[in-house]
């Protein structure tokens, strides 16, 4: 029993020690950070008064991109016109009373094999994908954030979609981003979980980083994690941002995910994975001097508190 609990305790200590210290003065927004906006944007839900509050929430932030619900997709990887009826008024009203931000269109669907869902192996399934980025940008979308979920660490048709959808974002001139699970935080986990579990929960260093090789802002999201407490959260969520930072280039945008939203759950404490210790922990793997290609992400505006916007603020932008 005492030799199973010694790789636990260390294992606590190790994220305790990422998280002690002070972050560098220098380690705040970059202009470059993000927020997940819900479908209501694009459906009619939400009106004149709601982008008028937003823009009174974003005053002063880093925020510089929108990622803005647009789908689900088909299973088939095609998109149901009738989603977003108001999509391309609100990408307008945007782009009007709030010049600077780029509205992306937000992309999701689960994935096989884990999943009944998109199958990624399939050529017809990433044209259809492909088709629908060209759908959204005829809407008047500034780029496209892919969210699909759980892609296999390894996957070849994945790689082979960003590649595909790439074609049409670069074509258009605007971003292709993506939403991508956690590194493995020691090597060979992710394949050991996957072997036990059947679930794909992290992805190798190594693919994270083919992953961001074809796309210009990939979002780690850095929540779900199990932890108990906001020091071994912080301390997570710190090495984290020093693995990804290794694994994206330079010239591509890392943006780590905040939690904004409270569940009590086996793999989600709400107590613990707060948005101050989420900014905490990135400001912390950053470290000082740290890239300019680099941001933060608010997962997602319909559950964020006023708590959640103060922290983000305080401890990343003022």
């Known amino acids: 029993m005492a030799l199973a609990v010694l790789p636990v305790a260390g294992a606590a200590a190790a994220l305790r020690l990422a998280y002690a210290g002070d972050p560098a003065p220098d380690a705040r927004t970059r202009g470059r950070d993000a927020l997940w906006l819900g479908h209501a944007w694009v459906d009619g839900r939400k009106g004149d008064s709601d982008l008028t509050a937003l823009a009174a929430r974003l005053d002063g932030t880093g925020i510089r991109n929108l990622y803005v619900h647009t789908g689900p997709l088909e299973h088939d990887g095609s998109l149901r016109a009738d989603l977003s009826p108001g999509a391309e008024r609100f990408v307008a009203e945007v782009h009007r009373r709030l010049p600077g931000l780029r509205v992306q269109a937000w992309l999701g669907d689960v994935v096989e094999p884990e999943k009944t869902g998109l199958d990624l192996d399939r050529a017809d399934t990433r044209d259809r994908v492909a088709g629908s980025a060209r759908q959204t940008l005829a809407q008047g979308f500034d780029g496209v954030h892919l969210d699909l979920e759980p892609v296999h660490s390894g996957s070849a048709g994945f790689l082979t979609l960003l590649d595909r959808v790439h074609e049409v974002t670069g074509a258009a001139g605007v971003p292709l981003s993506v939403a ?139």
């Open 180 to 318: 991508a699970p956690q590194i493995d935080p020691l090597p060979g986990i992710g394949r050991a979980g996957l072997a036990l579990s059947g679930h794909g929960k992290w992805w190798s260093q190594e693919y994270f980083g083919r992953v961001a090789d074809r796309v210009e802002q990939v979002a780690l999201m850095s929540y779900d994690t199990s932890m108990p407490v906001e020091s071994l959260y912080g301390g997570y969520v710190a090495h984290q941002t020093a693995l990804a930072l290794q694994a994206v280039p330079d010239d591509v945008d890392l943006l780590m995910g905040l939690p904004a939203y409270w569940e009590d759950t086996p793999t989600h404490h709400g107590s613990a994975e707060t948005v101050a210790a989420a900014v905490r922990g990135a400001r912390l793997g950053l470290g000082p001097g740290g890239r300019r290609a680099f941001g933060l992400a608010l997962y997602v505006d319909f559950t964020a508190t006023d708590a959640d916007w103060s922290a983000y603020r305080s401890g990343w932008c003022t």
